[in-house]
């Protein structure tokens, strides 16, 4: 069982940066391949952005990119994701996610067996 502990969020004016950190239980940490999802009121978990195990292959959800950077330190059994020039739109819960099975982007929820219990990024006009 792999436990996932977020934290970073808060609350920031538009244009701000914030950098999310999802530390695991896991001393294996390396044998994941980790993910970033999100999810506002009334809406579903979206993917956000997404790590290989070995940390050379980095995926992004089209309205991040050039704004969001996911990152993994092994070391520390640690996932990142800097956020800079943030929106309102991208208010919402933030979580991450671990799947075993490191192929493809995963970008759907249902590739991950593992998730933390996320945090709030809240972006004020």
């Known amino acids: 069982q792999v436990q996932l502990v977020e934290s970073g969020g808060g609350l920031v004016q538009a244009g701000g940066s914030l950098t999310l950190s999802c530390t695991a239980s896991?001393?294996?940490?390396?044998?994941?391949?980790m993910g970033w999802f999100r999810q506002a009121p009334g809406k579903e978990r979206e993917f956000v952005a997404s790590v290989s195990r070995s940390g050379l292959s980095l995926y992004y959800e089209d309205s991040v990119k050039g704004r969001f950077t996911i990152s993994r330190r092994n070391a520390k059994n640690t996932v990142y994701l800097q956020m800079n020039s943030l929106r309102p739109e991208d208010t919402a819960v933030y979580y991450c996610?671990?799947?075993?099975?490191?192929?493809?982007?995963?970008?759907?929820?249902?590739?991950?067996?593992?998730w933390g219990q996320g945090t709030q990024v809240t972006v004020s006009s």
């Open positions: 896991e001393r294996t940490f390396s044998n994941y391949a």
């Open positions: 996610a671990a799947r075993p099975r490191d192929y493809g982007m995963g970008r759907e929820p249902g590739q991950y067996d593992y």
